[in-house]
């Protein structure tokens, strides 16, 4: 068995452990698998060509455009809530400030 047919194996796990990591509640972990799953990705695609299993390349291709897309959207939302604990930060501020003293 060469090296790229024995790629499978790491590919498998690695896509395990992006899975483990994209299910985490730490937005830190979330984006970590998020590059983890472009890894096995890669792999996935390396093997598939080599093997001419060209359904599972094009499935990756795919898999890595709604990963790409789903960092996108998550991105935006965790912007809109950073901004909203921003907003709230400054709401509390603003009304600890209103009191009489």
């Not at 790629?7 to 983890?36: C, E, Y």
Request: no cysteine; net charge positive; charged share 20%.
């Amino acid at each position: 068995m060469d090296l790229l047919d024995a790629m499978q194996w790491p590919a498998m796990v690695i896509t395990v452990a992006a899975t483990w990591l994209v299910g985490s509640r730490s937005i830190a972990m979330r984006r970590a698998g998020f590059w983890v799953f472009l890894l096995s990705n890669a792999l996935w695609i390396a093997w598939g060509w080599h093997g001419g299993a060209y359904a599972l390349v094009l499935l990756q291709v795919a898999l890595v455009a709604m990963n790409v897309r789903g960092m996108r959207e998550a991105r935006k939302a965790w912007r809109a809530a950073s901004r909203d604990r921003v907003a709230q930060g400054v709401r509390a501020d603003a009304a600890r400030t209103d009191r009489p003293a």
